[in-house]
């Protein structure tokens, strides 16, 4: 019986392949030979019984793709189908050769680290170039009232505000029962229960109520801002208004931006009487502070400390919509996009929150208000 068993052999510089380079034989291939050292100057393949991909990748790899290529046009004995097969493996594998990945090195670290603060840099020339275009629209716009948008400013009030207040109400309402429970957990050490009331607050007046509602709306606003203008550029909206004459952003970011501002302080000052509300909740029950005391020392808190947190929530709104609606224009043309600048988008919102809160919380410090 005769032996089809695979071979290659190099004999004057001539590499012989013989018997049948198959799937079938790979597993004996792969025992059997390994990368030739030294480059053939000719190819012969006169006693090759078969040949398919996987054979032909396996004499790739023996070879070399580079020296293949150079000795299948003077190679013998070999067809026109044959010779096609092992070129175009040859050439795959050439090109789809991926290099070695070198290490990274302290000085890549530097240059990923410098390209980062470049790419904040240039989000935030963007962010100042799209506050200028709105509030440029908005000046023009707010002397016309043939322009205002009336309906979509009321319609976005609703979505931005009213379906906010149940999880707004719900949040607020459990962080201050939180607070004044671990507020008297450590007063009580001092025999000072009573001040829990006052942590309560002025933690809610002046923080906890603009900060938690304005993470909230930056989690459940700026990501409906973005998603919704993203989905209208991936469908052509944006051109087709363009397109009729009409400007974006005053037909969108304008109502949206004015609602939010509308609505946060509104959000904010419920929030604040959701978290008295919860703080009333554990005194009542655990601190047997009654809810006529409670109101009572509530009413002694200076006003000012209201109007420092509300004085916040514009600024907030303002800027939470503004990274919501620009994210959405910096959509490209796929979902993969929309979902990308929507995380973007809340990121992005929550960090400018809490981080102007902390500016703010130092400078009112530091002024003594």
């Known amino acids: 019986m005769k032996n089809n068993g695979p071979t290659l052999t190099l004999e004057a510089g001539c590499a012989q392949l013989q018997g049948a380079w198959t799937l079938e034989h790979y597993g004996q291939l792969k025992r059997n030979m390994s990368v030739v050292d030294a480059s053939p100057q000719r190819l012969e393949a006169s006693q090759l019984i078969e040949l398919d991909t996987a054979g032909a990748a396996l004499l790739v790899e023996l070879l070399g793709a580079k020296v293949l290529c150079q000795l299948l046009p003077n190679a013998s004995g070999l067809s026109a189908e044959r010779q096609a097969l092992l070129l175009a493996v040859a050439e795959a594998m050439l090109d789809h050769k991926s290099p070695?990945?070198?290490?990274l090195s302290w000085t890549d670290s530097l240059a990923n680290l410098g390209q980062k603060m470049l790419n904040g840099w240039?989000?935030?020339?963007m962010l100042l170039g799209f506050m200028g275009l709105t509030l440029s629209a908005l000046a023009c716009s707010i002397f016309v009232p043939s322009r205002w948008r009336i309906t979509a400013l009321v319609a976005q009030m609703q979505q931005c505000g009213l379906n906010a207040v149940p999880i707004v109400v719900l949040l607020t309402f459990l962080v201050g029962a939180v607070v004044a429970f671990l507020g008297a957990t450590v007063l009580a050490n001092f025999g000072a229960t009573i001040y829990t009331v006052d942590l309560v607050a002025y933690s809610f007046l002046r923080e906890f109520g603009v900060l938690l509602t304005a993470i909230l709306l930056a989690g459940r606003t700026a990501s409906a801002f973005t998603a919704q203008l993203g989905s209208m550029k991936v469908n052509e909206e944006l051109d087709a208004l363009r397109?009729?004459?009409?400007?974006?952003?005053?037909l969108l970011v304008l109502?949206?931006?004015l609602a939010l501002v509308l609505t946060l302080p509104l959000l904010t000052f419920v929030a604040i009487l959701s978290g008295f509300l919860g703080g009333a909740m554990v005194?009542?029950?655990?601190?047997?502070?009654?809810l006529a005391q409670y109101?009572?020392?509530?009413q002694q808190i200076p006003i000012r400390h209201l109007w420092i947190g509300l004085s916040k929530a514009p600024i907030f709104a303002f800027l939470i919509a503004l990274i919501g609606c620009l994210e959405g224009f910096k959509v490209s043309g796929s979902a993969q996009s929309v979902g990308q600048h929507t995380t973007s988008s809340v990121v992005q919102s929550i960090f400018v929150v809490i981080l102007l809160d902390a500016i703010a919380a130092l400078f009112l410090m530091e002024m003594g208000w």
Not at 122 to 125: A, I, L, R, S, T
Not at 243 to 250: C, E, K, N, R, V
Not at 295 to 298: F, G, R
Request: aromatic fraction near 4%; avoid cysteine.
């Open 283 to 290: 005194s009542l029950l655990s601190l047997d502070i009654s």
């Open 122 to 125: 240039q989000q935030f020339v």
């Open 255 to 257: 109502p949206r931006l």
């Open 243 to 250: 397109t009729q004459g009409l400007d974006p952003i005053t």
């Open 295 to 298: 109101l009572s020392i509530l």
């Open 100 to 103: 070695p990945q070198a290490s």
